[in-house]
């Protein structure tokens, strides 16, 4: 089982990204997908996330509107797109799944325990 996180980098403030959450050796079509990040210093926090069937997601209030969650319609990948990013957002960024029905989150807690963490992918937004 692998699941690896990319597409961080270093972007000016207002700018975007698109992180990709990929697995090989399984499916992700039967997992929620978790998108998680860390600042330096900061306690890991819960971003978005997405059901198995994609019908239902879940974003942080600091990222309601800027941030998209979406499966890849043929790849087995999870994409993550950021857009309006701001300095407060750089952070390393993780995906995590969990073979459940729905992303349920209890003020800003997830419900269950999750199965797998990937590797991470750094996101700087500096000017």
């Known amino acids: 089982v692998q699941l690896q996180a990319s597409g961080g980098g270093l972007v000016q403030p207002g700018g975007s990204l698109r992180l990709s959450c990929a697995a090989s050796?399984?499916?992700?079509?039967?997992?929620?997908i978790g998108w998680y990040r860390q600042a330096p210093g900061k306690e890991r926090e819960a971003v978005s996330c997405?059901?198995?069937?994609?019908?239902?997601?879940y974003y942080a209030d600091s990222v309601k509107g800027r941030f998209t969650v979406s499966r890849g319609s043929a790849e087995n990948t999870v994409f993550l797109r950021m857009n309006s990013l701001k300095p407060d957002d750089t952070a390393v960024y993780y995906c995590?799944?969990?073979?459940?029905?729905?992303?349920?989150?209890?003020?800003?807690?997830?419900?269950?325990?999750?199965?797998?963490w990937g590797q991470g992918t750094q996101v700087t937004v500096s000017s």
């Open positions: 995590a799944i969990d073979r459940a029905p729905s992303c349920t989150f209890y003020e800003g807690q997830y419900y269950r325990t999750w199965d797998y």
């Open positions: 997405i059901s198995s069937s994609g019908s239902s997601t």
């Open positions: 050796g399984f499916t992700l079509e039967y997992y929620v």
